[in-house]
């Protein structure tokens, strides 16, 4: 799509509807819930569109194939996202251009503020490489511009709340890499102050690492519930 490498893994009996689940980054990753959901009829899929971090080329890439896939494959028009880490900027940058097309957002550990990370301007390290990506994909002059930009998941939240879009994030309370605090806690906040849903599943003293859940039963069942059956 694009000239961007496109993945899409087929279960072996389709579900009504052509339900599916799009991940941002890091494809194959913990792939419990995927595999569950491959039994249940989901398709899984995965656009490689890497250091793009959810910027404007990023969304543009997403467009397509959303549209590829529920044109000319009549999947479902609403998708699960899967947000895992940075990935967290392409699926809420995307959903919040396209609220209507969401059946529900998963988050495992996501960025939703890159002033978090990779601009490293609060508890976290940071990444001085990702953040020179900041800067190019979103066109900013300066740290300056990219500092005041109030265009980061966690500014983009009344569209999905107004769409009624379900959100789960997981994290580990004690993430310094994207410190929860920043980036799912700010969300969280600000999501119910809108009306919106959004459950949270805390990992005490755990790090950025490892994601996912011993038992990935909750993440399974939110999307199926969510996702599974479209009008």
């Not at 993430?175 to 990992?203: C, F, H, M, Q």
């Amino acid at each position: 799509m694009g000239g961007r490498p496109a993945l899409v893994v087929v279960p072996k009996v389709p579900a009504p509807g052509r339900p599916w689940v799009w991940h941002g980054e890091f494809f194959g990753h913990k792939p419990a819930p995927d595999i569950a959901l491959l039994g249940r009829g989901f398709h899984i899929v995965y656009l490689s569109v890497p250091d793009l971090l959810g910027g404007p080329p990023a969304v543009a890439h997403w467009n397509r194939f959303h549209q590829e896939l529920t044109s000319r494959f009549g999947f479902a028009k609403k998708t699960a996202l899967v947000g895992l880490s940075r990935g967290g900027l392409y699926c809420y940058n995307w959903a919040a251009a396209n609220p209507d097309k969401v059946a529900c957002i998963y988050g495992d550990a996501p960025v939703c503020d890159f002033k978090s990370w990779p601009g490293g301007r609060g508890k976290g390290r940071g990444s001085a490489r990702d953040w020179k990506l900041v800067l190019k994909v979103y066109g900013f002059m300066d740290d300056t511009e990219a500092l005041t930009y109030r265009g980061n998941p966690v500014d983009r939240l009344p569209p999905l709340a107004d769409a009624g879009v379900p959100l789960l994030h997981v994290f580990g309370d004690a993430d310094d890499v994207v410190p929860w605090e920043e980036n799912t806690g700010l969300l969280a906040d600000r999501y119910r102050a809108l009306g919106g849903s959004i459950t949270l599943i805390r990992k005490p003293g755990v790090g950025h690492h490892p994601h996912g859940l011993d038992d990935s039963t909750p993440i399974i069942d939110f999307i199926q519930r969510h996702a599974a059956r479209q009008p």
